[in-house]
């Protein structure tokens, strides 16, 4: 079975963000970024309902080396990225999405 991927546009926001910042400061290390968020959805695409639920439904994958998460959501075999999620930001600024 195929798994759709759809992002929140505030997380596709987030994610430009991110990425443009770490480039601004070293772009070696935003391709590093980048390719670590390949990863990630990589691996939850592979299984979705591994990682943690975090809230009622929605579900987190921790990056590896830089302090972001990657909030989830899976319905009817569609996984939703709510928020590509800085570690020290406010937690659950995105539960309205």
Do not use: C
Not at 49 to 67: A, I, M, Q
Not at 80 to 88: D, G, I, M, S, T
């Amino acid at each position: 079975m195929t798994i759709e991927l759809s992002f929140h546009p505030e997380a596709v926001q987030e994610l430009r963000t991110a990425f443009l910042w770490y480039y601004d400061r070293n772009p070696i290390v935003a391709q590093s970024f980048q390719e670590e968020t390949e990863r990630a959805i990589d691996t939850v695409l592979e299984n979705p309902r591994r990682w943690p639920k975090w809230g009622d439904t929605e579900r987190k994958y921790v990056f590896p080396h830089f302090p972001f998460n990657l909030i989830y959501r899976v319905n009817f075999g569609t996984v939703e990225v709510l928020a590509v999620a800085h570690q020290k930001r406010k937690p659950g600024y995105w539960k309205k999405r």
